[in-house]
């Protein structure tokens, strides 16, 4: 059984941080490219940051230098720091899984909130 499980997500103040998780089981990791997503309220969902099997990184670029993606292949899991938040990030974040770059699973969404 595939599952993507996110979580770090909360409720954070301007110009915080937070780091989000998603633990992944029932495929094999390591093959995959990971993704994390964001959706508000109202907005389409947006890629945001992805890292291939190999490790080689891509940002949206409002991200770019904000937010980092990685991988750890020995826990299954890709996580995604993210620095200087701001009210606009609000929204539920999401990561999946893709292979020739078709996405294939999605987690569950974890709800990322920024507010004083």
């Known amino acids: 059984q595939v599952q993507l499980v996110e979580s770090g997500g909360g409720l954070v103040q301007p110009g915080g941080s937070l780091r989000l998780s998603c633990a992944a089981s029932?495929?094999?990791?390591?093959?995959?490219?990971m993704r994390w997503y964001r959706q508000a309220p109202g907005n389409e969902r947006e890629l945001i940051a992805a890292?291939?099997?190999?490790?080689?990184?891509n940002y949206a670029d409002s991200m770019k230098g904000r937010f980092t993606i990685s991988r750890d292949n020995a826990k299954n899991t890709v996580y995604l720091q993210m620095n200087s938040l701001e009210p606009e990030d609000t929204a539920v974040y999401y990561c999946?899984?893709?292979?020739?770059?078709?996405?294939?699973?999605w987690g569950q969404g974890t709800q990322v909130t920024v507010s004083s």
């Open positions: 029932g495929f094999t990791f390591s093959m995959y490219a």
């Open positions: 999946s899984a893709a292979r020739g770059g078709r996405t294939e699973y």
């Open positions: 890292i291939s099997s190999a490790g080689s990184t």
